[in-house]
């Protein structure tokens, strides 16, 4: 796996996109801060920008089938990148609807950017390295996440935010530039015909899934990191005002971010000794002790302590989701799949922002962690105990016949 040059391309191409990323959040909510104090109009916003992702998920999904996976990639990637200009007229306007421009676009390029480059991976490389590659890459993400963070920290004491902003279109151009010498051959390993693709939607997933029922329970299971995931940035913001540090958000970031990166780093060696339905269920329930454990945010150690157990829960869950998807789901349908998969996060994830800055806003951090967390357990349980049955039921059927 490591002589392969597209496996180099994709992971470089990840940190430095990961770097533009993440100088361009902490830059969204700096100027969030400064602009718009409610937490449920910051919610609102940023939901703006997930609903237009959504609305062009059919059409990404569809495209990605029938058309190259790499030049899907080369126009989101583009878009991406002229999407920062918008962003500059808006700190140079001080406008608040510049900045919706801005979000629009850029989650209508992560809407078909995302879609294929999950396709594109199957074909990179061998099935047998494709968990320790998803594990990899997201630790590369992670790794990009935490210098990201951390360096637009520094830089917007040292420099203007429109600075960071051009330092985020130069991270996004140059990933445009990396994405042309990735060379793979899309009709291998299966990959069905483009054309089947061309008139059909979503309707030609359904099936496949329903008749799936690992890849069934796992989409249901990925919504429950959602819970927490929806509103991170908003329950940063407030931990850091609840505790009166802006120190506090650093060191959220990173020590989720390490623990995130040690159990994408240990997954290869747990998945040898846990099923991955037992991998699954053990992250989400722990997702939700991390949640619960909130209702202390007051106090800086067991803050720290609930985000290290939420990265590394998640650190275990999403590269065995990803596997899971990957190589149970026909490659033929793997752009819609992907896109349909990728849409259905954007809308529980809209769902979840809004609640998050509604709830702050009404009830505070505390009370809405608990509430959340309880929620994320009980989801848990139910999920795990229709999933038992399900096998059971199965097992029996085999053993009849």
Not at 12 to 38: C, R, T, V, Y
Not at 86 to 92: D, H, P, S, T, W
Not at 363 to 377: K, T, Y
Request: charged content about 10%; glycine content about 8%; aromatic content about 12%.
């Amino acid at each position: 796996m490591w002589r392969n040059k597209n496996v180099w391309i994709l992971l470089a191409g990840e940190f430095i996109a990961g770097l533009g990323l993440w100088l361009g959040i902490i830059g969204n909510l700096e100027f969030m801060q400064e602009k718009i104090p409610s937490d449920f109009f910051k919610s609102l916003l940023l939901a703006a920008g997930l609903l237009a992702g959504i609305v062009v998920g059919p059409m990404a999904g569809r495209l990605t089938d029938q058309y190259s996976k790499k030049m899907v990639m080369l126009v989101s990637g583009f878009v991406r990148a002229v999407s920062v200009v918008f962003m500059l007229i808006a700190i140079q306007t001080g406008s608040v609807w510049w900045m919706l421009v801005f979000l629009v676009l850029l989650q209508i390029s992560a809407a078909f950017y995302f879609p294929a480059l999950q396709a594109a991976i199957p074909l990179v490389v061998e099935e047998k390295d494709l968990l320790q590659l998803n594990g990899v890459h997201m630790n590369v993400a992670t790794i990009s996440r935490i210098i990201g963070t951390a360096a637009a920290g520094i830089l917007l004491v040292a420099i203007p935010l429109d600075a960071v902003y051009l330092l985020s279109m130069a991270a996004y151009v140059i990933l445009f530039g990396m994405t042309w010498f990735l060379q793979f051959d899309e009709n291998k390993k299966g990959n069905a015909s483009k054309g089947n693709a061309q008139n059909q939607g979503f309707k030609d997933v359904f099936p496949i899934i329903l008749k799936l029922p690992i890849v069934m329970m796992t989409l249901i299971l990925t919504l429950i990191p959602l819970i927490f995931l929806g509103g991170f940035n908003l329950v940063v913001i407030n931990i850091s005002e609840l505790q009166a540090s802006s120190a506090i958000k650093g060191w959220i970031y990173t020590a989720e971010g390490i623990a995130f990166m040690s159990g994408a780093f240990l997954i290869k060696k747990i998945n040898d000794k846990f099923s991955p339905y037992k991998i699954l269920f053990s992250s989400s329930m722990l997702i939700g002790f991390s949640q619960l454990l909130l209702y202390f945010a007051d106090l800086p150690v067991l803050t720290i302590i609930a985000f290290l157990l939420f990265g590394f829960s998640v650190g275990c869950f999403f590269p065995t989701a990803a596997t899971i998807f990957q190589t149970r789901v026909p490659k033929e349908y793997h752009g819609r799949f992907f896109s349909f998969r990728n849409m259905m996060d954007r809308v529980f994830f809209q769902v979840v922002l809004l609640m998050t800055g509604f709830l702050l806003d009404a009830v505070g951090l505390q009370n809405m962690s608990v509430m959340f967390g309880v929620l994320s357990i009980v989801m848990t349980t139910i999920f795990f105990l229709k999933s038992r049955n399900l096998r059971a039921t199965s097992e029996a059927e085999q053993n009849a016949s």
